[in-house]
């Protein structure tokens, strides 16, 4: 049996309304599929862009939970949001960034070049 990991907001707006398909997407089943997904989607860093495909920000979202795991307390939600914006500039622009950047971007997705 399926479960929302959290009540989806509350609203008339279409941006509600699309934030609420959103967590009508973030299922947990019995096997747990989503149980490990640490992204709050009340911060500013989990908010897709206007003209971000959705496609990019799936991807973007899964590097912010890989990100959020594995560097935890240390990062601020800044930190995390400007981290995540690098990451769609490098996968989908093909932007380069300095040894430090790269490192924590290919460290959580390693089809990103060091």
Not at 15 to 38: K, P, Q, Y
Not at 52 to 60: A, K, L, T, V, W
Not at 91 to 111: C, F, Q, T, V, W
Request: charged share 30%; glycine share 8%.
């Amino acid at each position: 049996q399926a479960v929302l990991a959290r009540s989806p907001p509350q609203g008339g707006t279409r941006r509600c309304r699309c934030r609420a398909r959103l967590w009508g997407r973030l299922r947990v089943g019995a096997e747990g599929g989503m149980a490990d997904f640490s992204v709050d989607f009340t911060k500013s860093y989990a908010r897709r862009r206007p003209d971000e495909p959705r496609s990019h920000y799936s991807s973007r979202l899964k590097f912010i939970n890989a990100l959020i795991k594995g560097e935890g307390e240390t990062l601020t939600d800044e930190r995390i949001e400007v981290l995540s914006h690098c990451y769609s500039n490098v996968k989908y622009l093909s932007n380069i960034y300095n040894k430090d950047i790269m490192g924590m971007l290919s460290k959580y997705d390693p089809e990103i070049p060091m």
